[in-house]
């Protein structure tokens, strides 16, 4: 398992548009993507369970990637919140 925490960076924090590209991207992922959000592990291939997480703006989440592809899956997923996950 590898891990990293990242800063949500979107003004709305992570609701529809935003976690509909972040699960579109875990799914793509061969990995087991959890997201962890203060006491709550959030399924990341799940829109749903992402928007129920109400991820505010500047949270700190971390990303865990379990499984065959975690390097490169975990640098993706960083890098797209990073991005601002197209906002």
């Known amino acids: 398992m590898v891990s990293q925490k990242?800063?949500?960076k979107n003004p709305s924090g992570?609701?529809?548009r935003p976690a509909s590209i972040l699960a579109q991207a875990a799914g793509k992922c061969r990995s087991n993507v959890i997201i962890v959000y203060g006491n709550k592990?959030?399924?990341?291939?799940?829109?749903?369970?992402?928007?129920?997480?109400a991820i505010k703006t500047g949270s700190e989440i971390e990303?865990?990637?379990t499984g065959e592809s975690e390097e490169q899956?975990?640098?993706?997923?960083?890098?797209?919140?990073?991005?601002?996950?197209?906002?």
């Open 14 to 16: 992570l609701h529809a």
């Open 73 to 87: 899956d975990l640098q993706t997923l960083v890098a797209l919140i990073e991005s601002g996950l197209g906002e």
């Open 41 to 53: 592990n959030i399924q990341a291939k799940s829109i749903l369970n992402i928007m129920a997480a």
């Open 6 to 8: 990242v800063t949500v």
């Open 63 to 65: 990303i865990q990637c």
